[in-house]
């Protein structure tokens, strides 16, 4: 599978990276950067904190050890939308400045996920709550210390178009938007099995569904501005 994928990645005209996202378990973010992931992301942060910094490092000295793998790491809380409202107002959940600082040093991290409010899964409210400043702080922060160091935004599904143009410019530079696209997936291929009930071509199901998901990816390319950026 992971071949299938690079193959596919490697012929594409931009740069595409094979994500490992969320794994809680250090090692099967191995088993993935032995077999050719080349984006792993480490999701420790439901430990304490400095079991956070150690699993996450193990896991950033492995991969940069192969090469040619860069590693994002978590801090704080990004949970569901149930609790989305909840973790955004308990400041102990949400990254604090200074250990993010101190965390993107110890472990090396490529990318780094601050948690800032946003939540996996369909938002339950038109305007949920989301720290901008502590994102803003927190970039200019590891922008401003030497290192150069990305910022993802997880739960990117649902955010309202001035939120996105606000985490931009707070300093988000990955967007995680798979919600959307699982529902871009399943959706594409009920409304094309509902419409061609006597079709049995499972080629032409595809077809149908891979435009619709790279539909999908285009419009969120647009509105985060990374045309002509590869
Ligand atoms: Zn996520």
Same mark, same amino acid.
């Given at each position: ?16 990276? #094979? ?10 973010? =191995? ?5 050719? /992931? ?10 304490? /904190? ?6 996450? =490092? ?27 409202? =909840? ?66 935004? &997880? ?10 143009? =606000? ?15 699982? &529902?871009? #997936? ?45």
């Amino acid at each position: 599978m992971v071949n299938i994928f690079r193959t596919l990645a490697e012929s594409a005209p931009v740069p595409v990276c #094979l994500h490992l996202d969320h794994s809680t378990s250090i090692d099967y973010c =191995k088993k993935c950067a032995d077999a050719g /992931y080349t984006n792993i992301m480490i999701d420790a942060s439901k430990q304490s /904190y400095e079991e956070n910094i150690r699993q996450t =490092k193990e896991v950033v000295d492995y991969c940069h050890a192969i090469g040619g793998i860069s590693v994002e790491g978590e801090l704080g809380t990004v949970g569901g939308v149930e609790d989305q409202i =909840k973790v955004a107002e308990d400041e102990a959940q949400l990254a604090n400045p200074e250990q993010s600082v101190e965390f993107v040093e110890r472990t090396g991290v490529d990318i780094f996920a601050p948690a800032i409010g946003t939540a996996h899964g369909v938002y339950k409210t038109k305007n949920p709550k989301i720290d901008f400043e502590r994102m803003a702080v927190i970039h200019k922060m590891l922008n401003g210390n030497g290192i150069k160091t990305p910022l993802v935004v &997880h739960g990117g599904t649902g955010l309202p178009d001035d939120y996105v143009t =606000k985490l931009l410019a707070a300093g988000g530079a990955k967007f995680n938007v798979s919600t959307e696209l699982k &529902h871009t #997936l399943l959706d594409a291929k009920w409304e094309y099995l509902s419409a061609h009930r006597d079709e049995y071509d499972p080629g032409k199901l595809d077809v149908f569904v891979r435009d619709a998901t790279r539909k999908a990816v285009m419009h969120w390319m647009d509105k985060l501005g990374c045309e002509g950026k590869a």
